[in-house]
């Protein structure tokens, strides 16, 4: 029996996803578990694996299409099936809406009416191309969650609007065109308003003011990911207690340390991936600050899990190298270096993005002395580190040169207290300034 294939949920209340690349083609066989297609969602490429066994007979969506969560995106049938696929699809109701509670009379629809004269002619000659669909005053209206958002966000009527999707469902791209209902009220009181009489000529400098003014800034639509960013962040700010702790590291041995590896490791070893180790050597020696907020518990990890920020074109994200307490530091300089370069592709895992107790966010390589990070919930930790920079420093009571580089722990207090965060750091810092505990 052939089945419809449905955009996934990929995310929780998400309400569209890109259908990004089919890895299946029309024809082939495929067995449950098998990646069916690439998904875009927000923040990553997550693979849908198929449901169920046979072949994929028809594709519905085509590569780089957004559609809404439910809607059909292919068929796959059972080996030597030949289904209807059109009596499949027009036996589907319209996605997240109900059905119709009633169905109108044959003799609410009007007769067709004969043509005469010369559309007879034409009429008899042969068929003519299908009329476009037409809205018919009072019939109800579908349309996605996800329509009706937009058309209220932009202040669209749907009315007269024809759908395009499955059953005449009003779908995103018969959005485009449309004109805010005050948009179009002004342009047609502005086609029939005729001043009697001309204004007078505006003055130079009226007309440059008014120029420089409307030159002032640049709207730039929000992608879905930078949405995602604002809505978590919002989110954390808003309900997580955030308080933060600094210190100042002195890292010269650290850099002598790592200047000696890198003259003999095949890796260029960076100062990030010295201090990704030296938090999960820090958790390790603490126990307690790996742990994050749930509604029933807080949850402690034995293993660590860091979430390091990296940034891209499209926003920042956070993808999570697992159990780096156990990884050596060529290791976790490889981790990081190709989560980096797929996030900055686009082609992280879901699963990629998800778990960690702690974060780690650096942005000293762009000359930032100190600054705070907001964290990203559920992990109840996040370092920001600034650059390392010559400073004055106190030494056996002498006024000496050495490099610090100063950093900050922002904390979940739900699950850190605060003898607990400065617990924390103090582990860090110790292993930051005594670099061969890292490699140990």
Same mark, same amino acid.
Request: hydrophobic share 50%; net charge negative; proline share 7%.
């Given at each position: 029996?052939?089945?419809?294939?449905?955009?996934?949920? &990929?995310?929780? =209340?998400?309400?569209?996803?890109?259908?990004?690349?089919?890895?299946?083609?029309?024809?082939?066989?495929?067995?449950?578990?098998?990646? $069916?297609?690439?998904?875009?969602?927000?923040?990553?490429?997550?693979?849908?694996? @198929?449901?169920?066994?046979?072949?994929?007979?028809?594709?519905?969506?085509?590569?780089?299409?957004?559609?809404?969560? /439910?809607?059909?995106?292919?068929?796959?049938?059972?080996?030597?099936?030949?289904?209807?696929?059109?009596?499949?699809?027009?036996?589907?109701?319209?996605?997240?809406?109900?059905?119709?509670?009633?169905? #109108?009379?044959?003799?609410?629809?009007?007769?067709?009416?004969?043509?005469?004269?010369?559309?007879?002619?034409?009429? #008899?000659?042969?068929?003519?191309?299908?009329?476009?669909?037409?809205?018919?005053?009072?019939?109800?209206?579908?349309?996605?969650?996800?329509?009706?958002?937009?058309?209220?966000?932009?202040?669209?009527? !749907?009315?007269?609007?024809?759908?395009?999707?499955?059953?005449?469902?009003?779908?995103?791209?018969?959005?485009? /065109?449309?004109?805010?209902?005050?948009?179009?009220? @002004?342009?047609?009181? @502005?086609?029939?308003?005729?001043?009697? &009489?001309?204004?007078?000529?505006?003055?130079?400098?009226?007309?440059?003011?008014?120029?420089?003014?409307?030159?002032?800034?640049?709207?730039?639509?929000?992608?879905?990911?930078?949405?995602?960013?604002? +809505? +978590?962040? %919002?989110?954390?700010?808003? %309900?997580?207690?955030?308080?933060?702790?600094?210190?100042?590291? +002195?890292?010269?041995?650290?850099?002598?340390?790592?200047?000696?590896?890198?003259?003999?490791?095949?890796?260029?070893?960076?100062?990030?991936?010295? &201090?990704?180790?030296?938090?999960?050597?820090?958790?390790?020696?603490?126990? #307690?600050? =790996?742990?994050?907020?749930?509604?029933?518990?807080?949850?402690?990890?034995?293993?660590?899990?860091?979430?390091?920020?990296?940034?891209?074109?499209?926003? !920042?994200?956070?993808?999570?190298?697992?159990?780096?307490?156990? $990884?050596?530091?060529?290791?976790?300089?490889?981790?990081?270096?190709?989560?980096?370069? +797929?996030?900055?592709?686009?082609?992280?895992?879901?699963?990629?993005?998800?778990?960690?107790?702690?974060?780690?966010? =650096?942005?000293?390589?762009? /000359?930032?002395?100190?600054?705070?990070?907001?964290?990203?919930?559920?992990?109840? /930790?996040?370092?920001?580190?600034?650059?390392?920079?010559?400073?004055?420093?106190?030494?056996?009571?002498?006024?000496?040169?050495? %490099?610090?580089?100063?950093?900050?722990?922002?904390?979940?207090?739900?699950?850190?207290?605060?003898?607990?965060?400065?617990?924390?750091?103090?582990?860090?810092?110790?292993?930051?300034?005594?670099?061969?505990?890292?490699?140990?």
């Amino acid at each position: 029996m052939a089945t419809i294939v449905r955009m996934p949920e &990929v995310l929780a =209340n998400s309400t569209e996803a890109a259908l990004q690349t089919w890895l299946v083609k029309v024809g082939e066989t495929v067995s449950i578990g098998q990646p $069916l297609a690439e998904i875009e969602t927000e923040k990553a490429m997550v693979e849908y694996n @198929a449901e169920v066994e046979g072949v994929l007979v028809q594709v519905l969506v085509e590569e780089g299409t957004a559609v809404e969560v /439910g809607a059909p995106i292919g068929v796959i049938a059972a080996v030597g099936e030949t289904p209807d696929v059109a009596a499949l699809l027009a036996g589907e109701a319209p996605v997240n809406e109900p059905e119709p509670s009633f169905v #109108a009379p044959a003799s609410a629809v009007p007769e067709p009416v004969a043509p005469a004269g010369p559309a007879a002619t034409a009429a #008899a000659a042969g068929p003519a191309a299908p009329a476009a669909p037409v809205a018919v005053p009072g019939a109800r209206q579908f349309a996605s969650p996800l329509v009706r958002r937009l058309a209220k966000e932009r202040s669209l009527d !749907l009315t007269g609007v024809v759908g395009t999707g499955p059953n005449g469902r009003i779908v995103r791209r018969d959005l485009e /065109g449309l004109v805010p209902a005050a948009e179009a009220a @002004a342009e047609a009181t @502005a086609e029939v308003a005729v001043p009697a &009489v001309l204004p007078e000529a505006e003055p130079a400098s009226a007309k440059s003011a008014a120029a420089s003014v409307s030159s002032e800034f640049t709207d730039i639509p929000h992608t879905g990911m930078r949405r995602a960013i604002a +809505r +978590r962040l %919002t989110e954390s700010k808003s %309900t997580v207690p955030h308080f933060y702790v600094s210190a100042d590291c +002195r890292v010269d041995r650290l850099l002598a340390l790592r200047a000696e590896v890198n003259a003999s490791s095949p890796r260029k070893i960076s100062v990030n991936d010295f &201090v990704v180790k030296a938090v999960a050597g820090a958790l390790a020696d603490v126990p #307690a600050a =790996n742990a994050i907020w749930t509604d029933t518990a807080t949850r402690r990890f034995t293993g660590v899990d860091l979430a390091v920020a990296v940034s891209t074109d499209g926003g !920042l994200l956070t993808p999570v190298l697992r159990g780096v307490d156990a $990884l050596s530091l060529t290791a976790v300089s490889a981790g990081i270096a190709d989560l980096a370069d +797929r996030a900055r592709r686009g082609r992280l895992q879901q699963q990629e993005l998800e778990g960690g107790s702690f974060a780690v966010s =650096n942005l000293g390589m762009f /000359g930032v002395d100190q600054f705070s990070a907001i964290l990203n919930p559920p992990q109840s /930790g996040i370092l920001a580190v600034g650059a390392a920079k010559p400073s004055a420093v106190v030494e056996d009571g002498q006024l000496v040169v050495g %490099t610090l580089m100063t950093v900050t722990l922002s904390a979940d207090h739900r699950v850190v207290d605060g003898a607990v965060a400065a617990e924390w750091m103090a582990a860090f810092v110790r292993r930051i300034q005594n670099p061969l505990s890292i490699l140990i």
